[in-house]
């Protein structure tokens, strides 16, 4: 089932991907693996070119004429196997899609290593991916796509948090309670398990974690 806020409706389609539906207005983040292409896409946003964040079948399988489709300029060359109405956002960036204001954070990795030795991350900041604000009906839903808790994020104001737990490319269940306790929204979902790395029980380990006053909600996996 869906969860409620305010107007809008939140669906997990499993790791990163979600589903809000709120006024007849439909926006998917980072559909991945879909099996229904319904209901159609008004607005899709990806965080970046990654296969699991960028799936051109998926956005294929909800894309409508009218669809537009949200990303950084590192997964344009993805998205474009999909779809031809891009708008490339950069972080720092902010852009108004109808009854939307869509606000891009830089999100990347300070300690998650593909070369330990060499000190290469798996997603460094200058490659550009992101994560969202989303602004819409009086309610701020913020996808922190595949990041650590970095500075930036201190800055985040939002009601609604969907965030990484898996730990590996993406924060910890311990890191991912550190950045919901410091920024104190009303609620908070997690993501990032269950596909490629990370089970429910990190989703349960995080909700663990997270101080009184947030709610935190592990959605089941619709199809």
Same mark, same amino acid.
């Given at each position: 089932?869906? +969860?409620?806020?305010?107007n809008l409706?939140?669906?997990? !389609?499993?790791?990163?991907?979600?589903?809000?539906?709120?006024?007849? #207005?439909? #926006?998917y983040?980072?559909?991945?693996?879909?099996?229904?292409?319904e209901?159609?896409?008004? +607005?899709?946003? $990806?965080?970046?070119?990654?296969?699991?964040?960028c799936?051109? /079948?998926?956005?294929?399988r909800? !894309?409508? /004429?009218?669809?537009?489709?949200?990303?950084?300029?590192?997964?344009?060359?993805?998205?474009?196997?999909?779809?031809?109405?891009?708008?490339e956002?950069?972080?720092?960036?902010?852009?108004?899609?109808? /009854?939307?204001?869509?606000?891009?954070?830089?999100?990347?990795?300070?300690?998650?290593?593909?070369?330990?030795?060499r000190?290469?991350?798996?997603?460094?900041?200058?490659?550009?991916? @992101?994560?969202?604000?989303?602004?819409?009906?009086?309610? =701020?839903?913020?996808?922190?796509?595949?990041?650590? +808790? #970095?500075?930036? +994020?201190?800055?985040?104001?939002?009601? $609604? $948090?969907?965030?990484? @737990?898996?730990?590996?490319?993406?924060?910890?269940?311990?890191?991912?309670?550190?950045?919901?306790?410091?920024? =104190? *929204?009303? @609620?908070?979902?997690?993501?990032?398990?269950?596909?490629?790395?990370?089970?429910? =029980?990190?989703?349960?380990?995080?909700?663990?974690?997270?101080? *009184?006053?947030?709610? $935190? @909600?592990?959605?089941?996996?619709?199809?």
């Amino acid at each position: 089932m869906p +969860f409620k806020f305010g107007n809008l409706e939140i669906s997990w !389609l499993g790791h990163d991907g979600f589903r809000i539906v709120g006024g007849g #207005v439909v #926006v998917y983040i980072d559909p991945f693996q879909l099996q229904v292409g319904e209901p159609k896409a008004d +607005f899709i946003l $990806v965080t970046h070119e990654h296969f699991d964040h960028c799936d051109p /079948p998926s956005i294929q399988r909800v !894309l409508k /004429p009218s669809t537009r489709v949200v990303a950084p300029r590192v997964a344009k060359a993805c998205v474009s196997k999909a779809a031809q109405n891009v708008v490339e956002i950069s972080p720092g960036a902010s852009i108004d899609l109808g /009854p939307l204001r869509v606000t891009a954070y830089p999100a990347y990795n300070i300690n998650k290593f593909r070369d330990p030795a060499r000190g290469v991350v798996f997603h460094p900041r200058e490659d550009g991916r @992101v994560a969202y604000l989303i602004e819409w009906g009086g309610v =701020r839903i913020f996808h922190a796509g595949d990041s650590d +808790f #970095v500075p930036e +994020f201190r800055d985040v104001k939002a009601d $609604v $948090v969907l965030v990484p @737990v898996s730990g590996v490319y993406v924060m910890t269940a311990r890191e991912a309670a550190e950045f919901i306790n410091t920024i =104190r *929204p009303r @609620v908070a979902i997690p993501m990032h398990y269950g596909a490629i790395v990370g089970s429910r =029980r990190d989703a349960e380990e995080f909700k663990s974690l997270v101080g *009184p006053g947030v709610e $935190v @909600v592990v959605l089941e996996r619709e199809i």
